[in-house]
């Protein structure tokens, strides 16, 4: 016995009727994506060819099982809106309905020539905002100062005492050992090319400049940008989702006088602080590993570092520590009262607070290595 063949796509998805001048169209079968899969193409060609005939019928009450992957054949057959005689089930007219009040896919949009220029000047104008409102904040600042020098009770003294255990005492941990590795590194690597040339007692001249010029005052401050800028800027935030800020101006507190100075002065003393902090952590990791690398004793290195390093160094460090926590602080504020009522723009505006914060402190650095080029380094 001979086998059957296989059914071609028409007679397994559809048969054309003609009864009293009228032709119907009926579909069969189950149309869904594991069945569609293998004939869509076939489908959508024979089906496209029908759909030019305005006087076709389309019967859809025979199909077996249909999902979205046949009624969007169909839709897309019928170029995204009923043929003029069409038969359906009470559940196909649904899904159908659905397919109606889909929006339509928006247009394309064309390449502009100025885009690249026109983006340049959106920026700039974001920039040229940001600084605006970054000046009047410290103009307000300053009015805040003088009202409180006046009025010396009204000085937030909690809050600057808590402001000052957050960003100070809390960050002693990490900058500690932030501070340890890295001088172990640093005094590691220097050892292995000053052992080279004989200069092993050089150590400590490469170690003093570095932590407590440069590496100390830097790594304190980007750690407690990335660390206490974000907090703020979060609570700022949060406090504006939560409307505590409008609810602050109804009762006549400003913003600036209760939330902003009281962060901008206790970061302006925790920071040179940590940054003694974290030198000193970062010397004694380098002394550590200068004595298991080179032998040098530690008694050697106290002894040896007042003459390496000028005090001028400290002082130096000291005073990045000061500008650094201040402008850390006052970038956090600046970006926490931006922020909308939303979610969405409290992480866009926190993230932003520490890129920008930490941007902000290597270019204090970078000025600072400019302006002072010729102290504490004869």
């Known amino acids: 016995m001979a086998a059957s063949n296989p059914p071609t796509p028409s007679s397994a998805y559809y048969r054309l009727v003609s009864e009293n001048e009228t032709t119907r169209l009926i579909l069969i079968g189950t149309y869904t994506l594991a069945t569609l899969e293998q004939h869509l193409s076939i489908l959508t060609t024979e089906f496209a060819a029908y759909a030019q005939k305005k006087t076709l019928c389309w019967d859809l009450t025979e199909i077996e099982q249909m999902d979205a ?13 009923r043929p003029e005689h069409l038969l359906l089930r009470p559940e196909q007219e649904n899904i159908f309905k659905r397919l109606e009040k889909l929006p339509s896919p928006p247009e394309l949009a064309h390449r502009n020539f100025w885009q690249p220029l026109m983006t340049l000047g959106s920026s700039a104008l974001s920039l040229w905002s940001h600084l605006i409102d ?18 010396p009770r009204r000085i937030p003294w909690r809050e600057i005492s808590a402001n000052l255990y957050r960003t100070g005492a809390q960050a002693l941990g990490i900058t ?9 590194v640093l005094s590691y690597l220097s050892s292995e090319q000053l052992q080279m040339f004989g200069a092993d007692i050089f150590i400590v001249d490469i170690l003093g400049i570095s932590i407590i010029r440069e590496l100390g005052p830097m790594l304190a401050a980007i750690l407690v940008a990335g660390r206490s800028g974000s907090s703020m800027t979060a609570q700022l935030g949060v406090m504006r989702v939560t409307q505590e800020l409008d609810a602050l101006t109804v009762m006549g507190i400003p913003h600036s006088q209760r939330l902003v100075l009281p962060k901008i002065i206790g ?4 920071m040179p602080l940590l940054v003694i902090w974290t030198s000193a952590a970062a010397l004694m990791g380098g002394m550590i590993a200068a004595q298991l690398q080179l032998g040098l004793s530690y008694q050697y290195f106290f002894s040896a570092l007042p003459d390496a390093v000028p ?3 400290l002082w ?3 005073s990045k520590g000061i500008v650094c926590g201040m402008v850390i602080a006052l970038i956090a504020c600046h970006f926490g009262l931006r922020i ?3 979610t969405e723009s409290l992480g866009e505006g926190t993230t ?6 930490i941007t902000v402190v290597i270019i204090i650095d970078a000025l600072f290595a400019i302006v002072f080029s010729d102290v504490g380094l004869m």
């Open 69 to 81: 992957t046949g009624a969007v054949l169909l839709w897309q057959t019928w170029n995204k809106k």
């Open 134 to 151: 970054t000046v009047i904040l410290i103009g307000q600042l300053f009015i805040d100062i003088k009202f409180l020098i006046t009025h």
């Open 176 to 184: 500690a050992l932030v501070g340890f590795l890295i001088g172990i």
């Open 267 to 270: 970061l302006g003393i925790a």
């Open 311 to 313: 005090i001028a160094n």
């Open 316 to 318: 130096l460090g000291l």
């Open 340 to 342: 909308k009522p939303n």
């Open 352 to 357: 932003r607070s520490v890129v920008t914060a």
